[in-house]
């Protein structure tokens, strides 16, 4: 059972990395300068007012405490409340949560899309000129940040050159789906760039392996079409480290996020994170932090279990 | 040097020289101060006075771009320089000692990668304040450990050479033989990795910089200006292509030239 001594370790380790995450947020917080009391009543709170709050907000208890409790109600879906919004910081970070994995679906699946377009045409036509241009354009994918490609996407999308495009906002799926992928698509593909060069690069290599490969030749000299060849040997062979490097690397659009959001002005959890940094809204700061670190947490466990149920190699290493 | 003669690697190797000249003789190269506001001619175009026109506080474009390309260098060495300090001593110790070492190091490494990056950088940053050092602390902080896993990769391909036990038969210390044995074999693998990790560094450090969280105003590297720029780039797209074409053409030499070195390294002729 050497395959679920893997997943159960793997399990562990992700519940300790939780554990971990939870406690560097925690003392982050702990650590933030301004103190908060004097933040919600005003430097001319009377000495009564600022202990009553104290004991209130339960910052008066040992740090360790304030973390279980922290901890604790977490678990329980209750984050306390934005100290700026004067709401349940739960409801709000779902919404936003929301809205972000809406986005993040629809880069997800141009990368998976453009990254294996990318990756079959460079590799059948390797070594030409649309192999060079094409594997040119992508390296310079990579090596730019989002907000530099974001930014040129406006000026050429959304206003400068052409207006086909809104250059920021999201209406949510309410106003139904047209209008909404219209609204997410600039910010969708800025935030799929970066990873669809890679997979696309990923893809070429193990194409082109596939196309060189013995099993290849041999059907070729049994004189089976070539398109036949491609789709039923070539691409099955060359997908699994594609659809393997695709999952594994979910988690990483998490960062990503933030700054496509503040770019293109959408509502989500990215956004939200950097209200509460500039608002220095520290409930709010946690629960974000929180949250995005957890679904980059759990976006790798997935990806790390998948690619193991994909790639039997994997398994003998385990973790 | 067989990389002189790759025409690629050569051209990178120029381009990002010329940016290093530009940011140190930026301050002295520009025409007009850059944080200098003229009123009279606001997001006015290139022309011979502008040649990167103006802003929409009439500031010299071409003046903020080159001040800006000190001040975006300056982070990137600096982050860079902060990952090294960890990183190097950290991997070459986890291939040198191994075992017990090597355990509790990674598994230190692999709790700091298990956050994303730019949460991590923000973190660090919401903690120490934005300014220059903490952007510079907080990039190089958020990045070592990546650092540490290449530099370790590079000196367990050379761990087992004679000479690393001729040196341990020699009785020398184990530092010694960390930096002056494992380190100059590893440094291909190494400096590869030094152009990659300025090459992110910059972008994560501009990142910061146009999330509004790293320098303040009135500094200004290259993300805050096409930041700045946000609201008038419709109407004056130099305000933002500029910064724009700086940051592009310093990033991508740099992934250029780690390529080639790679190549050279493995022996092969290149892609």
Known sequence: MEILKSIVLRLGYTALILLCVSLMVFAVTELLPGNVITMILGTDATEEEVRRLTALMGLDLPAWQRYLNWVGSAVQGDLGTSLRMQQPISGLLLQRMGDSLVLASVAFVMVAVGGILIGLITALFEGTRIDRYISGI????????????????????????????????????????GPALHQLFLPALTLSIVLMAYVGRVTRTSTIDALRSDYVRTARLKGVPEWKVITRHVIPNAFVPTVTVLFMNIGWMVGGIVVVE?????????????????????????????????????????????????????????? | ?????????????????????????????????????????????????????????????????????????????????????????????????????????????????????????????????????????????????????????????????????????????GAYIMFRELFPSAVGPILVEFCIRLSYAILLGASFNYLGLGIQPPEADWGALVQEARSTMIRAPWTVLFPILFISTLVAPLHLMADRIDDQLKGGKGA
């Not at chain 1, 957890?294 to 790390?304: H, K, P």
């Open chain 2, 1 to 173: 040097m067989k990389l002189l003669k790759d025409r690629v690697f050569v051209i990178a190797a120029a381009i990002l020289s010329l940016h290093v000249l530009l940011a140190v003789f930026g301050e002295w190269l520009a025409p007009f101060p850059f944080d200098e506001m003229q009123f009279m001619s606001t997001l006015s175009g290139p022309d011979a006075t502008h040649w990167f026109g103006t802003d929409q506080y009439g500031r010299d474009v071409f003046s903020r771009v080159l001040v800006g390309g000190k001040t975006t260098l300056v982070f990137g060495f600096g982050a860079v320089a902060v990952c090294f300090l960890i990183g190097l001593p950290v991997g070459l110790a986890s291939a040198y000692y191994g075992g017990r070492v090597d355990q509790a190091l990674m598994r230190v490494m692999d709790v700091l990668m298990s956050f994303p990056t730019l949460l991590l950088g923000l973190l660090i940053l919401i903690i120490a304040g934005p300014d220059m050092v903490s952007l510079i602390v907080a990039v190089g902080l958020v990045y070592c450990p990546r650092t540490a896993r290449i530099v370790r990769t590079a000196a367990l391909n050379v761990r087992q050479s004679t000479y690393i036990e001729a040196a341990q038969a020699r009785g020398e210390s």
């Open chain 1, 138 to 177: 992508a390296a310079i994918g990579t090596s730019l940040p989002e907000f530099v490609t974001g930014t040129v996407f406006v000026l050429i999308f959304a206003g400068g050159v052409f207006s086909w495009f809104p250059p920021s906002g999201y209406g949510g799926l309410a106003n139904g789906l």
């Open chain 1, 262 to 319: 503040a770019v293109f002005v959408f509502p989500g959890i990215g956004r939200l994170m950097l209200f509460a940094i500039a608002e220095r809204d520290w409930p709010l700061i946690q629960a974000c932090a929180l949250a995005i670190a957890a679904i980059y947490v759990f976006s790798n466990l997935v990806g790390d279990l998948l690619a193991l149920w994909l790639n039997p190699r994997l398994r003998v290493e385990g973790r």
